[in-house]
């Protein structure tokens, strides 16, 4: 039996509908809102910026996070910048043109009153940074500078040299350490979400498990929000941190929170490619880089000349010829699939002729080393570090790379997940991407999520709950959350096995790649949903945990998120199977054009899919959001 | 790519905060230079885990040099030898077979170990809290470009922003003093017309909460040498010339800049 999903999209015309929400929601009076606790699970873009807010509002916050402290979450990785419609270029930008860009980059899989509020809140995003002292760039007149982005023909992103990740999360961090000194919020620090509870269908707390002692206890609240990042680190080697996981997101699942799209991936086309065998992540070249940068390999694929002898004449720019109107900014799923089928046809460059080169010397020819190096300086360094050879002299060597997840928890207008209490924001949310997220659409996404959305839909879910008394942490549901929580880390360590939990994540991390990447086909992926429950079997009765649950040990902890990305990497797998279309960064490879372009089926794929757990992640139930377009117009991408 | 023999390695080893540590010999027999340093960790963690040993206890996330949770004194240099590069982006072509290398947690009484190679680096949190902001709550801010900031002070309060708080700075300072740390957050802000209205509380409450938790700055300058974003001096000077300007003017005429 499938349950019907209720977007709870407001009425009136697109441009209309935040509005008319905001003027119908109900309201927290300044001196009920201290009534209410609400707990905020990672503290990066979208958590920090919320709980900061909340706190401000008078909420009672209690924000959660694995790190030692607010200020290394993952967001702050995030080089080339943040999109907003400010039109400060004058070159045609609008609301609208954002919202547009931003579907159709989603290869229209992504609910359009979402998108639009985002592109709407987009300016107030800026604004608001602005005043809290982001050093974004600037003219020499003072004025704000921007630079444009891959499937954008406008130059709306804002950035602080290849630093703008960090540079809004310090920003949003430091918003939330204000709080936290005058006491408006609680920070948990070193404190793993490991499960969430449910009482009569309401969320009302947490579990979390105290990383320094292994502690597990539980917190009670009016309501909870998930901003606990993505789930890329499913495929092992990727741009996330080491730390990223998906545990908070799939412990919400398996309490009734709907997970959608989970097989929307996104692969980044300018990552450095892997050198060896050991390698534990990817490193990421900012997409802006192809701002300047032009992509190409050798036409002769045994051309094994160094990069700046092999004259112009024998170099193939690729994405130039093939999509003349984008050129080297064609959005990330076009630009990984180009640079995929040409290193698998041979022309790679490198020692393991696994890359593509990413070239800057007609730049630097143009505008002068100095301008250069004062737009990516920094990225140049972090490349020379890594990969050992100086970009200024020679091509920098990029190959695709996962890094950012579009899929997560299933949310409605209000960014409710399918758990009445139990909110997500962020990257751990599904709403605002559809099957492709655009470049600098993500600090975008977070931040717009935290500061200027949430705040709003909490106070109306907050409003009719005054007064009521909420579960506290002696209810049974917290007693037995806590008490499985307990014997799930015991289990890890009583296995006594012969594998690592990294071994494991490694061996997972192959099959995903190797059938759930990319390239994906039917055949493939029958053949992945056949090697996981194998694997994961395997898992259960092989893995060694060394060390104790009552001191620090990251062993346990990766055993517990390796054991979720393996019910997730089934979820995936499966959720690809499904989809019998190509659809953004979900190409399956039956279904293609002549020219090999991915091949939508509007017909019967125009939706979200949302799974419900059942005890089985091979076995999960499948609900579907139908996407209804009013305004922007279903079409074949084309950025020829 | 090559490979590396015979690596000799000392690490920290300790249980708990509260008990005593000892440095334990470990020899890597082969690593690749391509890997990074916590590369060639990981794979001796694997190597522990396999003999039924605990792993060694660090921290890390990000692994290109921006989250800041890295750290590791090596051969006595925090974040090693390299110049203007975290312990993340430290690739073991910059050793040889057969060195030794001796791998320590931040040594600062402001940091106290919790296991192994991991600190506790709160201490820098609470002086954020204690003034590292612009009170600027969601909802009020005028148009961006309202206020406008000159390129070359964007480009100085960028400077100072880059820090990543690692602590390098605090553990390279014989005093254990956090004077670079604290510096650069109050020059990134004070210099910024959005950051004039606070300025000069902001750099006495951070200060306050620097010399309540770290030692005193002599001007040794290691901080600055060790630091993996090089920020400079330079900034100590701001913060020292603000935090004197706070205890001798009017406030109502700080308030004014």
């Known amino acids: 039996m499938s349950t019907v999903l209720n977007a709870k999209v407001p009425n009136g015309a697109l441009r209309d509908k935040w509005d008319n929400y905001k003027a119908d929601a109900k309201l927290v009076n300044p001196n009920n809102k201290r009534k209410f606790k609400v707990i905020v699970v990672g503290t990066g873009l979208a958590g920090a910026s919320a709980a900061a807010t909340l706190a401000e509002l008078g909420y009672q916050v209690d924000a959660f996070t694995f790190h030692d ?74 004025m704000l500078d921007n630079r444009s982005f891959g499937g954008a023909q406008v130059s709306r992103t804002f950035y602080a040299r290849g630093q703008t990740g960090q540079q809004l999360l310090l920003g949003a961090y430091q918003q939330l350490s204000r709080q ?138 690729y994405l130039e010829r093939l999509y003349p109107s984008y050129g080297n900014l064609a959005p990330r799923d076009i630009s990984s699939r180009a640079a995929k089928r040409l290193v698998d046809k041979g022309h790679g460059v490198g020692p393991l002729k696994n890359g593509v080169n990413l070239d800057f010397s007609a730049a630097i020819a143009r505008l002068g080393r100095d301008v250069v190096e004062e737009r990516y300086g920094n990225l140049f360094q972090m490349y020379e570090r890594i990969a050992g050879e100086d970009p200024y002299k020679t091509p920098m060597r990029i190959y695709p790379a996962t890094h950012y997840t579009m899929g997560g928890l299933w949310v409605d207008y209000e960014l409710g997940t399918t758990v009445p209490g139990l909110y997500a924001a962020g990257e751990a949310n599904f709403s605002d991407h559809g099957a492709n997220r655009l470049g600098a659409s993500a600090l975008m996404q977070g931040l717009a999520d935290g500061y200027f959305v949430l705040p709003y839909t909490i106070s109306n879910g907050l409003a009719p709950l005054l007064n009521k008394p909420v579960p506290t942490t002696d209810h049974p549901a917290f007693v037995q959350a806590e008490s499985e929580a307990r014997e799930r880390f015991s289990g890890y360590l009583n296995i006594k096995g012969t594998r690592s939990p990294d071994w494991f994540h490694r061996e997972l991390g192959k099959i995903i790649w190797d059938y759930c990447g990319m390239e994906r086909t039917q055949q493939g992926l029958e053949k992945a949903l056949s090697e996981l429950p194998a694997l994961y079997s395997e898992f259960k009765k092989d893995l060694r945990v060394t060390g104790t649950g009552e001191s620090v040990n990251q062993t346990l902890e990766k055993a517990g998120r390796v054991d979720d990305f393996f019910q997730l990497g089934m979820l995936m797998c499966r959720d690809a199977l499904d989809r019998q279309e190509s659809c953004g960064a979900h190409f399956r490879s039956e279904y293609q054009t002549d020219d090999g372009e991915a091949l939508r089926n509007d017909e019967e794929y125009c939706h979200v899919s949302a799974y419900k757990w059942t005890g089985d992640p091979m076995a999960a139930e499948l609900n579907k959001e139908q996407l209804v377009y009013e305004t922007a117009h279903l079409a074949t991408r084309s950025y020829k | ?53 605990e792993a060694i206890v660090f921290d890390h996330d990000c692994r290109e040099g921006i989250c800041g949770t890295c750290s590791l004194m090596i051969n006595g240099r925090a974040h090693g030898p390299q110049r203007a590069t975290t312990t993340c982006q430290l690739h073991m072509r ?73 602590g390098a700075c605090v553990a390279a300072c014989p005093n254990g003093a956090a004077n670079l740390f604290t510096g650069a957050k109050i020059s990134h802000l004070n210099v910024l017309p959005q950051g004039q209205s606070e300025r000069y509380k902001r750099a006495e409450a951070m200060v306050h909460a620097m010399d309540d938790q770290f030692g005193s700055c002599t001007n040794h300058g290691e901080c600055s040498a060790a630091c993996p974003k090089e920020i400079s001096l ?24």
């Open chain 1, 180 to 317: 936290i000194g005058l006491g408006g919020v609680r920070l948990f620090n070193r404190t793993e979400l490991v499960d969430i509870v449910v009482v009569d269908g309401r969320c009302s707390g947490i579990v979390v498990r105290d990383l320094l002692t292994g502690e597990i206890s539980s917190h009670a609240a009016h309501a909870v929000v998930m901003a606990t990042g993505g789930y890329g680190n499913v495929f092992f080697l990727s741009t996330n941190a080491m730390n990223c996981n998906v545990t908070a997101a799939w412990r919400a699942h398996r309490r009734g929170a709907m997970f959608a799209n989970p097989c929307f991936t996104q692969i980044h086309p300018t990552c450095i490619p892997q050198s060896d065998e050991s390698q534990s992540k990817l490193t990421l070249m900012s997409e802006s880089l192809r701002n300047d940068g032009r992509v190409w390999v050798p036409k002769n694929a045994d051309d094994t000349r160094p990069a700046e002898q092999i004259p112009e004449s024998e170099r193939d720019y």
């Open chain 2, 94 to 166: 910059t050793f040889k077979s057969g060195d030794e290398i001796v791998i320590e947690p931040w040594r600062a009484a402001a940091f106290p170990i919790i296991k192994d190679l991991m600190v506790d680096r709160a201490s820098f949190d609470r002086i954020v809290e204690a003034g590292g902001f612009i009170t600027a709550p969601t909802g009020g801010a005028p148009d961006a470009n309202l206020i406008l900031v000159p390129k070359p002070v964007a480009d100085a309060a960028m400077d100072s922003a880059a820090c990543i708080g690692c």
């Open chain 1, 69 to 142: 402290s607010a200020r290394r979450a993952h967001s702050i990785a995030a080089q080339g910048g943040i999109n907003a419609a400010k039109n400060y270029q004058g070159d045609g930008d609008s609301i609208n043109r954002l919202f547009v860009d931003t579907i159709k980059g989603g290869d229209f899989r992504s609910r359009e009153s979402n998108v639009h509020r985002l592109a709407q809140v987009s300016v107030d995003i800026i604004d608001q940074m602005v005043a809290q002292g982001v050093p974004f760039a600037r003219e020499y007149g003072g």
């Open chain 2, 1 to 53: 790519m090559n490979q590396l023999t015979n690596l000799k390695l000392k690490v920290w080893r300790q249980a708990g905060p509260e008990t005593d540590g000892h440095f334990e010999s470990y020899t890597v027999d082969k690593v690749s230079d391509e890997a990074s340093f916590l590369e060639m960790l990981d794979q001796l963690n694997e190597r522990l885990i396999s003999q039924g040993k």
């Open chain 2, 234 to 257: 330079d900034v100590i000077a701001m913060m020292n010339s603000d935090f004197r300007k706070s205890k001798s003017k009017n406030r109502k005429a700080l308030s004014r800049g």
